[in-house]
């Protein structure tokens, strides 16, 4: 895998891989959701090629207006088949994701209680849906709890909506504690944005809920096949009840054209080799899990979980980029985030790591040896 540099941008010019090329050079690659690396595995480049001998590129009407094909059919059948669920929507972007929910949900709540650093799929989506919202404190149940007790109406229904995995930090949100608050309303009900725990928590790599080991009729999710599936396109599984219900009441469903064949058929590949290859799973967040506790012993303020992030932060934004710097001199790539500059980005900046399945211990201790030194020089 390489990158070009053009004027000060860096162009990818393949997959991402634990280990790229830059100006001619190695590096070892922290960057991107390419959880498992299946961007250009082989099988979903074949299953794509070969598709196109046997149908178009893509079906031009939406899912409402014969837009339907057997291919996109089987996707359905093997992702639900994937997920232990009788249905999966299929749709344009899992940005879209939350929207779709919120608009298939809308008769079952009356004001959403959101997570202040929520993805901005979630915020759109928040706009669009026309109901009234509250922000409570970043993944903070007494918050929470506080915000619903201080705003819900006596007639009204809460939903609480949030990340499952928060795309910068990597935290997962504490949703067994959420789940706790919810059962105090009859009506109320949870809704995720679970596109970082698709194919990355869990046994099986079905997300958050099953992280948790959660089965409750009041959780709601949304996924997508852009990260750890390696295609594209956004996702819910559900009940056959809810699919039906949602193609016919959310616009997205209606509106949009089907996702291009080609991907169609990488997605079916890359469920298959999930399902195969369950090791995967458990590489990656072995892995995850091996190089938060290292860098917590650095000192770091960062939570072991199997999530796929490694992220920090550092007393000072000046620190953190000059750690960065340093990091990117000796050869290694994560991704800088400055101050704001996404959801869930601290004050001060922060340095994520992205961790893979096909990483390997020698690429961890090779960056927390730098690490740990660079710190030594600065004490």
């Known amino acids: 895998m390489s990158i070009k540099k053009q004027n000060s941008h860096y162009l990818m010019t393949d997959a991402s891989n634990p280990t790229i090329r830059l100006n001619g050079e190695d590096y070892d690659f922290f960057c991107g959701c390419d959880y498992h690396n299946l961007q250009e595995d082989k099988s979903l480049r074949q299953a794509a090629q070969e598709i196109l001998f046997e149908y178009p590129f893509k079906i031009g009407p939406s899912h409402y207006g014969f837009g339907k094909n057997e291919i996109y059919d089987e996707l359905a059948k093997k992702g639900a088949e994937f997920f232990k669920k009788e249905a999966l929507l299929i749709f344009p972007s899992g940005y879209m994701g939350s ?10 709540y009356d004001r959403i209680f959101v997570d ?7 915020k759109d989506a928040l706009i669009l849906s026309g109901k009234p919202y509250v922000t409570f404190n970043h993944c903070d149940p007494k918050d929470l709890l506080d915000k619903i007790t201080q705003n819900l109406s006596p007639n009204e229904r809460p939903m609480i909506a949030t990340d499952g995995v928060f795309p910068v930090s990597g935290e997962i949100a504490p949703i067994p504690e959420y789940l706790e608050i919810i059962q105090q309303f009859p009506d109320g009900i949870i809704c995720i944005d679970d596109a970082h725990a698709t194919g990355v928590l869990g046994k099986n790599g079905w997300g958050t809920f099953e992280h948790f080991e959660l089965d409750d009729s009041r959780l709601y999710y949304c996924g997508t096949m852009s990260k750890a599936l390696g295609s594209h396109g956004g ?29 169609v058929a990488a997605s079916i590949a890359a469920m298959k080799i999930l399902k195969e290859s369950p090791e995967k799973i458990k590489n990656l967040q072995e892995n995850a899990q091996y190089f938060k506790k290292e860098l917590k012993e650095l000192g770091f303020n ?6 796929a992030m490694a992220t920090f932060t550092l007393p000072s934004e000046e620190d953190v980029e000059q750690l960065y710097q340093h990091l990117k001199k000796n050869h290694i790539l994560p991704l800088y985030a400055p101050s704001k500059s996404y959801t869930s980005v601290p004050e001060t900046g922060a340095i994520k790591f992205t961790i893979t399945s096909n ?12 690490i740990k030194k660079w710190l030594n020089q600065k004490e």
């Open 99 to 108: 929207t779709i929910l919120f608009r298939a949900l809308s008769e079952k």
């Open 116 to 122: 202040v650093d929520s993805h901005y799929s979630m």
């Open 235 to 263: 996702i819910i599984p559900c009940s056959k009840e809810f699919a039906e219900k949602t193609k016919n009441s959310a616009y997205i469903m209606k509106g949009s054209t089907e996702i291009p064949i080609p991907t």
């Open 302 to 307: 960062i939570d072991i979980t199997p999530s």
């Open 359 to 370: 990483h390997s211990k020698e690429q961890f201790d090779r960056v927390l040896k730098i």
